[in-house]
Every structure is written in C-alpha cells, then in structure tokens.
C-alpha cells in the first residue's frame, strides 16, 4: 500500500492528520530503503565481560585496531551473577557491546579468548535484523570481509 505526502497547505495548517501521514510516509520509505540494502543478519552485536575498565579499553581497542569490529562501546559497572566450578558467585564487571560482521564473529572470537585473562571468556553475539542503514553500511564499511 502507498501513502501519497500530504499537501503543504495541510501540513502548515497543524493537521495532525496530514503531519501523520507524512511521518507515515517516510518510516515506510526508510523501512524500503533499509530492506533494499541490507541483509538480515549480515552484521553481530557481541558481548563479552571484563574484569575492570582497564582489561575492557585493552580489548576495545585492540578489536577495532584489528578491525575485527568497527564500534565497541564500554559499559561500565554491570553485576554479574553466576555458577562456576559449584559455587554461586556475585562480581562486579564492564560489559564490551561489539558492532561487527557476523562473518568477523570467530576471528573476534579468538582474540578474545587469547587476550582475555578469564580461563573462560564470554563471547556470544546475536545478528542485527534491522537498524539505521548509514550506521549498518559504516560498519561494512570499517570492518572488511
């Protein structure tokens, strides 16, 4: 179904009508943009849990120097809860949220693991289906096949 744009006169009146229909009308047409240029999945975002702020920025800008991922956002203060070796345990951590190619997910994944200094470190990551298609194509851009 196609919306036609509102007429201007309707717009500068305050129809909210006509401002709806115009909003309308563009959020289709970046929804048909963005299915037009970008495959579901063709992109992670990755996680992975650090001990303190100074192992995060370590394995931040060693991920995106290797270009193993174009964005690593560090998120500081998170309190991680869980099992290892029989025992519950409670720390604190900083989480690294990983904007990459899902095709880079493994090579990220072995970094990780040789640079990390858990015995076993978090790694997971889940595909991106939909979001901005400049910021998508940025992380194409950045981080090569």
């Not at 975002?45 to 920025?57: G, I, L």
């Not at 309190?79 to 720390?91: K, L, N, P, R």
Request: aromatic share 6%; proline share 6%.
């Amino acid at each position: 179904m196609r919306i036609g744009l509102p007429n201007v006169e309707a717009l500068q009146g305050g129809s909210c009508r006509g401002w709806l229909l115009l909003l309308r009308s563009i959020g289709q047409r970046a929804f048909s943009m963005a299915s037009e240029t970008y495959t579901s999945g063709a992109h992670s975002a990755a996680f992975v849990t650090c001990p303190n702020d100074t192992v995060a920025k370590d394995l931040a800008r060693g991920i995106v120097q290797q270009k193993l991922a174009a964005c690593v956002n560090i998120v500081p203060a998170i309190t991680s809860v869980y099992e290892w070796q029989g025992a519950i345990h409670e720390d604190s951590e900083v989480l690294l949220m990983i904007k990459t190619r899902s095709s880079k997910v493994p090579a990220l994944t072995d970094y990780v693991r040789k640079n990390h200094p858990y015995e076993v470190a978090e790694v997971i990551s889940l595909p991106i289906d939909q979001g901005n298609p400049p910021y998508l194509k940025w992380i194409a851009d950045i981080v090569p096949e």
